[in-house]
């Protein structure tokens, strides 16, 4: 009989468990999920964040927004205001305004970084144009899914758009053999975004452009092609279907020495006037070697080592050359490039 009352007691408890566990689903439920965050310059030195936020029953998307003299201020005024919890879990794009990149992405990607509740994994573009218009784009569509089959290689991905992760992002400020190159965006007139190629990235500064064509080289010169294609001149259109580019690198006197050989193995599209393999092999290696060497050029002048080549140097440098790579060594690199096109077959074309 005296261990009745403890018994109740126990009960008792467990009932209140049971009860806080319902009421935690509740607030689970009332949560809001934005899949694409966007930051840009505000007024008087402050900035401005978004979120943008999927409606799954109407396929439509709800906009927050808020300005504060630093990112994490308006991101809590964001979650004040909110009638609902704000949760940053599901986020999976990263937007910075071309203005903001210009200057600086490092209060953006630092901000991310030190967040524990935002994936490093998650994407990371520059937007040019009208960034708070693309922020309050209204087309009914599921943006989450727009975000993710825009850059996602199972789906609408090419190597016309570079892929750069937030944590990428991060590590580029700080290699001092290699930059990165950020996809470059704009409100799209029936989708969301379209490519406008890609931004050549100092470290943390956004200091050129690179075209879609560009893009294409500068992917293929990592490994990435699947999908890529390349139209000629003659009217016919290869796909990339194997790429290769081996490296050796030697340090002569006072300068940097690289040869590099790209090979490519592709298949005919589409075509007209019956070129003939060779004919297309010929004219295909001749358009990648201009435009790669246009694209080195450029990068040299810009002092940003997006391919990497750095890197093939690290065990030949000392401290102080590797510290002055970008801005001493690489605008003086040599290099030696040759294009080797292989055309398989034809594919479906008679």
Not at 133 to 143: A, E, F, P, Y
Request: proline share 3%; with cysteine.
């Amino acid at each position: 009989m005296k261990y009745k009352p403890l018994i109740a007691f126990i009960l008792l408890c467990c009932s209140f468990a049971v009860l806080g566990g319902c009421w935690n689903n509740k607030d689970i439920n009332k949560r809001m999920l934005p899949v694409i965050m966007g930051i840009t310059e505000g007024k008087e030195g402050n900035v401005q964040v978004f979120l943008r936020i999927p409606n799954q029953q109407n396929n439509s998307t709800r906009t927050l927004q808020a300005e504060a003299k630093s990112i994490d201020k308006a991101v809590d005024m964001l979650r004040t205001h909110a009638e609902e919890s704000v949760d940053l879990l599901h986020l999976k794009l990263l937007l910075i305004s071309e203005n903001t990149a210009r200057k600086s992405i490092k209060d953006a990607i630092e901000f991310v970084i030190r967040s524990r509740e935002i994936s490093p994994k998650a994407l990371v573009a520059i937007v040019s144009g009208d960034f708070s218009q693309l922020m309050h784009d209204k087309k009914k569509v599921n943006i989450g899914l727009s975000a993710y089959d825009f850059f996602g290689k199972e789906s609408g991905w090419t190597p016309n758009i570079s892929i750069i992760h937030i944590w990428e992002a991060y590590r580029g400020m700080y290699v001092q053999t290699e930059d990165t190159a950020i996809p470059l965006i704009a409100k799209g007139a029936t989708t969301p975004f379209m490519s406008l190629g890609s931004a050549i990235m100092n470290r943390d500064r956004m200091v050129g452009k690179m075209s879609i064509e560009e893009t294409l080289i500068y992917n293929l010169y990592q490994g990435q092609y699947s999908g890529g294609t390349v139209e000629l001149m003659n009217n016919a259109t290869v796909m990339i279907d194997s790429a290769r580019v081996h490296n050796e690198a030697s340090w002569s006197g006072s300068i940097p020495n690289i040869k590099s050989h790209m090979k490519l193995i592709g298949v005919i599209e589409e075509e007209e006037g019956n070129p003939t393999n060779a004919e297309v092999e010929k004219e295909l290696e001749a358009l990648m070697l201009k435009r790669y060497s246009n694209l080195l050029s450029r990068l040299q002048a810009h002092k940003s080592d997006i391919l990497g080549l750095g890197q093939y140097y690290r065990n030949q440098m000392t401290e102080n050359q590797s510290e002055n790579w970008k801005t001493v060594w690489f605008p003086k690199l040599k290099q030696e490039f040759t294009v080797n096109v292989i055309i398989r077959d034809s594919g479906d074309i008679k």
